[in-house]
């Protein structure tokens, strides 16, 4: 049984509830951040006026194409790292592939509601369409190709969460800022596990780099191709 992190709430300290909980057990659901209604648009042309509760017809096709790409992101990376449990290095690895792994699934329910939101009739469509994609599909692929890639051992992991996962923290905290409130509510509390992500990858890089030296000054030979340990 693994202590997995289990949101409890969407206020500070209701993110990260540490518990004995058994996988069937994790608790899913869909977290937004309270809604602000003094909040206004911090930027752009419409700088002032209160957040769009409803998107205008004016932006409708270009926030669809962003939020359809960026949920396409969450299933696509479970989809990759799903055989990883195979051979984890240990069971300290286990647990953190499971959560994040759990949380890259759980953040769906957001991404449909924005579905919901932004697109109405074409949201269902939109969110049938993501359930049909598969990372690697040949047919129906993933939307963005670093998706599609195959993360078959753990260094490939690790990169994955240090870079990639780096890399959506600040499209998340750029898409928090939006004019769009329910975009911007439901990016706000995912922004809350980006940093457990990249701290998986940033230490599991660490920790290969600190064996790999090890290993180098064990054998005297910086040919790493002739290592075995």
């Known amino acids: 049984m693994f202590i997995l992190r289990t949101a409890v709430s969407v206020e500070k300290q209701g993110w990260a509830h540490f518990d004995?909980?058994?996988?069937?057990?994790y608790r899913?659901?869909?977290f937004l951040t309270p809604s602000d209604p003094n909040r206004k648009i911090d930027f752009g042309m419409h700088k002032g006026q209160p957040v769009w509760q409803e998107v205008p017809g004016e932006y409708r096709s270009e926030?669809?194409?962003?939020?359809v790409t960026q949920g396409d992101t969450e299933p696509a990376s479970v989809e990759q790292q799903r055989q990883l449990?195979?051979?984890?290095?240990?069971?300290?690895?286990?647990?953190?592939?499971?959560?994040?792994?759990?949380?890259?699934?759980?953040?769906?329910?957001?991404?449909f509601i924005c579905y919901k939101h932004t697109l109405g009739r074409d949201g269902r469509e939109?969110?049938?369409?993501?359930?049909?994609?598969?990372?690697?599909?040949?047919?129906?692929p993933r939307i963005l190709g670093a998706f599609n890639e195959k993360t078959s051992d753990w260094?490939?992991?690790f990169m994955f969460t240090y870079f990639t996962d780096r890399d959506g923290k600040f499209q998340l905290a750029s898409l928090s800022e939006s004019a769009f409130d329910p975009l911007s509510r439901s990016c706000r509390f995912m922004l809350t596990e980006e940093a457990h992500h990249m701290f998986v990858g940033e230490s599991g890089v660490g920790r290969v780099i600190q064996r790999t030296c090890e290993l180098m000054n064990e054998y005297?030979?910086?040919?790493?191709?002739?290592?075995?340990e």
């Open 63 to 67: 926030l669809r194409r962003l939020i």
């Open 85 to 111: 449990g195979k051979t984890c290095p240990s069971l300290y690895d286990l647990r953190n592939l499971f959560q994040v792994m759990l949380r890259k699934g759980d953040t769906c329910g957001p991404w």
């Open 28 to 30: 899913w659901g869909i």
């Open 20 to 25: 004995y909980v058994k996988m069937p057990e």
């Open 155 to 157: 260094l490939s992991f």
């Open 126 to 140: 939109e969110a049938e369409s993501l359930l049909e994609r598969h990372s690697g599909d040949q047919d129906k």
């Open 220 to 228: 005297k030979t910086d040919e790493l191709e002739n290592m075995e």
